[in-house]
């Protein structure tokens, strides 16, 4: 059985770096789809980003240019690297991961797998 779990979290200011790491362990291998997700208090859970195993990755519009997934296949980890920091960037952020890509990979719902969470405040 697969279970990923993250780290990195914490509190910082707007315009500061923060870096996201999730790993996976279990049957997890470098074809397996992994992303994030995030929630922010009173709103539904949001796509952040997703690595088709070796390929190609994707971003939601709201943090292309500013947030970066890298991945390492040899330790099945996935890491968020998240650059000039908003306060709308505010939420709990979810590694995510299933044994297939699948189209409608900006749905929460087609993720069969999810860390407990790390939560992400930005404030001044």
């Known amino acids: 059985q697969v279970q990923v779990a993250e780290s990195g979290g914490g509190l910082v200011q707007p315009g500061d770096s923060l870096r996201l790491s999730c790993a996976a362990s279990g049957r997890a291998d470098s074809n397996w789809s992994m992303g994030w997700f995030r929630q922010a208090p009173g709103k539904e859970r949001e796509f952040v980003a997703a690595?088709?195993?070796?390929?190609?990755?994707y971003y939601a519009d709201a943090v292309k240019g500013r947030f970066t997934i890298s991945r390492d296949n040899t330790k099945n980890t996935i890491d968020l690297q998240m650059n000039n920091l908003r306060p709308e960037d505010t939420a709990v952020y979810y590694c995510?991961?299933?044994?297939?890509?699948?189209?409608?990979?900006?749905?929460?719902?087609?993720?069969?797998?999810w860390g407990q969470g790390t939560q992400v405040t930005v404030s001044s």
């Open positions: 690595s088709r195993g070796r390929g190609s990755k």
């Open positions: 995510v991961a299933r044994g297939a890509w699948h189209v409608n990979f900006r749905s929460p719902s087609v993720y069969n797998i």
